[in-house]
């Protein structure tokens, strides 16, 4: 239990603790009464074992302060039905010679404590207190497990957890309905027992045998029919992670099961979406981009020079029509979660490296050069791997197109505590504060003499943004004007997950 | 002048397909047109072409249909099938690109826009 949680337990705990005493001498009764009414509890008084049993069998105490020697019934004899009755209540003997024997016997027999007679009111309060602190224990103990086991079962998602031996500690009935056991429970059984499909077999293996020093959790979708008495296929993302003791032990597996059937149902509805629109809008397009061609080319008769050039700005913009086109599309499949469920391990130093390489004919041609500054290897980070080389690709390219002639790009990478961390720094043409707020807007476009002659969509910076956020990182930018800026990429690492 | 060979282009875009033809008849190829799989089947069943160059996504019949249909044939699968791909590789996950995972046997993808240039030399590459 959390500190916090501690705190709101006992500030609005409205319970008042119910106290029993049974005792046969009136005197004794009356003192415990006033007391333990004076410390706040809640005080009933039974006159001897019969009418304590009796009480006892209709209610529920937190404590009992009993005496053990009592005509009819004795006190033992009390003790034994209390503890057949309510397990969880606390029985305090008072004994009135105070034999080490009766006390010992009273104990073995499930007392808690004792307080011999004659008894000081300090002496009465601490020994109670110390109870009620041993029951309010005990009820948060069974508060917490009833908060869990009721949460547990509410969710939506299956959850089971197993032990070292594979065995089932617990399994919600929105896991069996998953998994598609009919069992109501499976507490005990051998994962094996009612487990087939060998995924997730594999995968609750594999989480047991993690070492410590590797937190990794292990996702995977299966596709399995018939659960959820759908007709037709489930598909369900599985999760499963170690959990540990102090010392690091692992103890077992939570597995976590979500069902994502629907969402994969949007998913390739909207990626045919994506596609069916993507071919009416680029299929005129490329046509006319095909016929500019064949005019260029001649095909069509002899053209002049005005005309050559007129049809091959027309083919330019056409051209970069059709791109905008693609990055719009991207941006909204990214926007709409749809990249992101694909993740994998991935080695951010290879992108880069390949990146750069990929970008450095375009850079040489203007003169500028591309050099990096990375260690030897960096830790992997859980990325789309398509969208990480879009990320870089994205802003080496600002950087070379914000570059002027000569101009150099320094691309660096580090790992700390924070995570991965990216930089890609130039010597172009800068961004002012102003700008600063705006660039990663879609369709912003930092607009100035120094620009007039730059082309792009305004949506390269908005995508680096959204997979960076959808990957849980961010991306800053820093940048003097007139001598360069510097973009900064944030990726958690995979082990921080 | 039966020495030149034939080549079928199939796209149910007619500017697309007049602009390819204008290429390869420059080039010396002869040109068969049709706008829809259907239409190319009967075209290929009246004059046997050397290469198709097969658009993707066509009414009546695609192009993946019409290939597979021709690859499984033992009169027609030696014709050289180009498939024509308007979709970007940035959509890769949908069926068009894949047709559901199946291997559509094509001889090779060109994707659109088609650069005509390259498209000739893919065209002569297959043709000699």
């Known amino acids: 239990m959390t500190e916090t949680e501690t705190d709101i337990h006992t500030e609005y705990n409205p319970y008042k603790s119910k106290i029993l005493v049974v005792d046969d001498e009136a005197r004794i009764r009356d003192a415990c009464k006033i007391v333990l009414e004076g410390c706040g509890y809640d005080v009933c008084l039974a006159v001897n074992g019969v009418d304590g049993l009796q009480r006892i069998q209709e209610e529920h105490y937190d404590i009992i302060l009993l005496d053990l020697m009592m005509p009819e019934l004795s006190g033992f004899d009390v003790l034994a039905q209390v503890k057949s009755l309510h397990p969880d209540t ?136 018939g659960a959820n008495n759908l007709s037709g296929e489930t598909v369900l993302s599985l999760r499963c992670s170690p959990f540990r003791d102090r010392s690091g032990r692992n103890l077992g597996v939570i597995t976590v099961v979500h069902d994502i059937t629907t969402l994969k149902q949007m998913d390739r509805m909207k990626s045919e979406f994506v596609s069916t629109v993507s071919h009416e809008i680029r299929s005129p397009m490329n046509s006319v981009l095909m016929q500019l061609q064949v005019l260029l080319d001649g095909l069509a008769g002899d053209i002049t020079e005005k005309q050559r050039e007129i049809l091959t700005r027309a083919s330019d913009k056409i051209e970069s029509l059709a791109r905008m086109a693609s990055e719009l599309l991207d941006l909204a499949r990214i926007e709409s979660g749809l990249i992101s469920q694909e993740r994998e391990k991935v080695d951010m130093l290879e992108i880069i490296k390949d990146q750069a390489a990929f970008h450095l004919p375009g850079a040489t041609a203007k003169s500028v050069e591309i050099v990096l500054e990375v260690p030897p290897c960096l830790p992997p980070v859980l990325a789309n791997r398509r969208n990480m080389e879009e990320v870089l690709s994205n802003l080496i390219t600002n950087a070379v197109k914000y570059s002027p002639d000569g101009g150099r790009i320094t691309i660096s990478a580090s790992s700390g505590t924070e995570g991965l961390s990216i ?63 510097t973009f900064s990429v944030f990726l958690p690492l995979l082990n921080a997950a | 002048m039966n020495d030149k060979k034939l080549v079928l282009i199939v796209d149910d875009d007619p500017d697309l397909v007049e602009s390819v033809a204008m290429k390869l008849e420059s080039q010396s190829f002869r040109v068969a047109k049709a706008y829809d799989g259907v239409e190319a089947m009967d075209q290929i069943k009246k004059e046997r072409p050397a290469l198709i160059i097969l658009d993707v996504m066509m009414p009546r019949k695609n192009g993946y249909e019409l290939c597979a249909e021709l690859k499984s044939s033992d009169d027609y699968k030696d014709i050289v099938v180009l498939l024509l791909t308007a979709v970007a590789d940035a959509v890769t996950t949908t069926n068009y690109t894949h047709w559901d995972g199946k291997n559509t046997l094509a001889d090779d993808y060109i994707p659109k826009p088609i650069n005509l240039e390259k498209l000739m030399g893919i065209v002569k590459d297959y043709l000699g």
Do not use: W
């Not at chain 1, 016997?105 to 004792?114: I, L, Q, S, T, Y």
């Open chain 1, 90 to 225: 606390v029985v305090i003997v008072i004994t009135g010679y105070a034999t080490l024997e009766h006390s010992v016997d009273a104990m073995k027999k499930g007392a808690f404590d004792f307080i011999p007679k004659p008894f000081t009111p300090e002496h009465l309060r601490v020994t109670v207190a110390k109870a009620i602190e041993y029951t309010n224990a005990l009820r948060d103990i069974a508060d917490s497990r009833s908060r869990m086991r009721t949460m547990i079962n509410r969710l939506s998602d299956g959850v089971m957890c197993t032990n070292q031996d594979n065995r089932v500690v617990l399994a919600n009935p929105t896991f069996l309905r998953m998994i598609g056991c009919p069992a109501a429970s499976v507490k005990g059984r051998d994962i094996h027992t009612f487990i087939d499909n060998a995924v997730l077999l594999d995968m609750i293996h594999q989480s047991l045998e993690t070492p410590e020093s590797e937190f990794a959790e292990r996702t995977q979708e299966i596709t399995v029919s």
């Open chain 1, 423 to 485: 930089q890609i720094q130039d010597t172009g043409i800068g961004i002012s504060a102003e700008d600063k707020d705006k660039i990663f807007q879609r369709f912003y476009r930092v607009k100035n003499d120094k620009t007039r002659y730059i082309t792009g969509t305004g949506l390269g910076l908005a995508i680096v943004r959204s997979i960076l956020e959808a990957h849980g990182g961010r991306v800053e930018v820093k940048s003097d004007p007139g001598k360069g800026s």
